[in-house]
């Protein structure tokens, strides 16, 4: 018995730790990205699927400089680039998203139109 719960406890030790490693990859990614432009964030929270994370940024103008996402169910998921978005405005990229059942991405892109109003 004493086994199990020592492994237990490390098995809650080692998952915090790499929580704690994945939230400071997500704070190093948003603190270069705001260094680029206007930033939005949405997520989507899944209990037993995988989750999502948005990052969009944009320009003054309106025009999507950069954008990223990270998908997935345990801690092991790191952000990617989302390459067919770059260089779209904002009302492109709001077009496009009516066909498209992303929360997240409609969450990061009504953060950015609030933010350039």
């Given at each position: 018995?004493?086994?199990?719960?020592?492994?237990?406890?490390?098995?809650?030790?080692?998952?915090?730790?790499?929580?704690?490693?994945?939230?400071?990859?997500?704070?190093?990614?948003?603190?270069?990205?705001?260094?680029?432009?206007?930033?939005?964030?949405?997520?989507?929270?899944?209990?037993?699927?995988?989750?999502?994370?948005?990052?969009?940024?944009?320009?003054?103008?309106?025009?999507?400089?950069?954008?990223?996402?990270?998908?997935?169910v345990?801690?092991?998921?790191r952000?990617?680039?989302?390459?067919?978005?770059?260089?779209?405005?904002?009302?492109?990229?709001?077009?496009?998203?009516?066909?498209?059942?992303?929360?997240?991405?409609?969450?990061?892109?009504?953060?950015?139109?609030?933010?350039?109003?």
């Open positions: 018995m004493e086994s199990f719960l020592l492994a237990l406890f490390a098995a809650y030790v080692i998952q915090s730790l790499m929580a704690y490693l994945q939230m400071a990859h997500f704070k190093k990614i948003v603190r270069e990205l705001r260094a680029k432009g206007i930033v939005g964030i949405g997520a989507k929270k899944r209990k037993l699927m995988a989750g999502n994370i948005v990052i969009l940024v944009s320009d003054q103008s309106g025009d999507i400089v950069e954008a990223w996402t990270m998908r997935g345990s801690v092991f998921a952000f990617k680039k989302i390459e067919n978005i770059r260089g779209l405005s904002l009302h492109e990229l709001r077009k496009q998203t009516l066909n498209e059942k992303d929360p997240a991405l409609v969450d990061a892109l009504n953060q950015l139109e609030a933010q350039l109003i």
